[in-house]
């Protein structure tokens, strides 16, 4: 038996030429767009505008998604964690979070991550696998799906999740340019942010790609000997050249790019950091986000106080960086990205 067609994340091409080994016409696959991606229907049945012969051929031949939740968490503020099961009990994990500007939705790219940033719970287990651009796409999907009783979608991506986006560079591009797309989930490029932890080849090669998307270096910190301690990337790309390469992206794309900074209590969080991260930055059109630390078990490292949060957010103005502080939502669930997966696999 051949196995079903995913019809959920196929780009139009390859979906205009599945109707047609159907015998259908091109406006079919416009039609099972819309009843996709507008009205979130993945029963072929309910297609209403389909006859009876199709809906019983899709039902042989296709399938709309290739994965199931498998847990959901839900905090006191609404975000939700989502675990999404692919093949072979490949996991990954999306969150919704509501800010006042709208929802969004904080995807996966990769299951597991090489990068092996020191504070962090995706990289504790390396890296299992690419997720393709269908998979990036269905976390979309499934979180629509959730939020679908209360008439709200998802307006906003970042990719943020489990994984570096840029070393999956094709599908994670791909997904932008499909999630983007009018026909599908219509997401306003100036609402997707990508997340890099330094790529700095790919980042060269993203200013090329023309997406009005905002850029987000993860820094962590603003001297390499401090880097090279939570950020084995650091290495390879050492701070001037990332540097270098961010500069030449904010001239090319002329957008803003946000620097992430997590602050971990007693390693980068005085004043003195502070200050070297001004003068990292000077000159750059950037947004300094913020981050205190959210402990994870079997991690060493420790959130700072409020005082020194306050401490180091003045140093920042003084010197005259743009910089805001970013509170974790939905501290209560398992918020560190690849937390929730490695509990359902139980290694932690
Ligand atoms: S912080 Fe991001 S890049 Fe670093 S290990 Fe975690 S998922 Fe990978």
């Known amino acids: 038996m051949t196995a079903k067609r995913n019809l959920l994340g196929l780009a139009w091409p390859a979906l205009t030429d599945f109707f047609s080994e159907l015998g259908q016409p091109e406006y079919r696959a416009k039609q099972l767009m819309e009843w996709i991606y507008q009205h979130g229907v993945s029963d072929f049945n309910r297609m209403s505008n389909f006859p009876k012969e199709l809906r019983q051929k899709l039902e042989e031949t296709a399938v709309v998604g290739a994965g199931e939740v498998i847990a959901r968490q839900v905090a006191s503020d609404g975000t939700i964690k989502l675990a999404i099961a692919f093949a072979e009990q490949r996991i990954v994990e999306c969150v919704i979070l509501r800010y006042h500007h709208g929802i969004t939705l904080c995807l996966s790219s990769q299951v597991g991550c090489k990068m092996g940033c020191a504070f962090c719970a995706s990289g504790m287990h390396g890296f299992v696998d690419n997720l393709t651009t269908a998979e990036i796409i269905e976390q979309i999907w499934w979180a629509n799906q959730e939020l679908a009783a209360q008439k ?57 790609e023309d997406l009005s998307l905002t850029l ?9 000997y401090l880097r090279d301690q939570i950020m084995p990337i650091n290495k390879r790309y050492p701070l001037a050249e990332l540097i270098s390469a961010v500069r030449e992206y904010v001239r090319s794309t002329r957008r803003r790019v946000t620097f992430e900074y997590i602050l971990l209590a007693g390693f980068n ?57 970013r509170r974790e939502l939905g501290p209560e669930i398992d918020a560190a990205c690849g937390q929730l997966r490695r509990r359902l696999q139980g290694e932690e």
Not at 179 to 188: L, R, V
Not at 271 to 300: C, Q, R, T
């Open 152 to 208: 709200q979608r998802v307006g906003h991506l970042v990719y943020m999740g489990m994984g570096e986006p840029l070393d999956n560079y094709l599908q994670v591009v791909n997904s932008i340019r499909f999630a983007n797309n009018s026909s599908t989930f219509n997401i306003g490029m100036r609402n997707i942010t990508l997340s890099t932890s330094g790529l700095v080849p790919r980042i060269r090669q993203l200013a090329e």
């Open 216 to 224: 987000s270096v993860s820094l962590h910190a603003p001297v390499d």
């Open 269 to 325: 969080d005085q004043p003195i950091h502070a200050d070297k991260l001004a003068s990292l930055l000077a000159g750059i059109l950037a947004n300094v986000n913020v981050i205190p630390y959210n402990e994870v078990p079997g991690l060493p490292w420790q959130a700072p106080t409020d005082k020194q949060v306050r401490l180091f957010m003045r140093a920042l103005e003084q010197r005259g960086i743009t910089a805001t502080l």
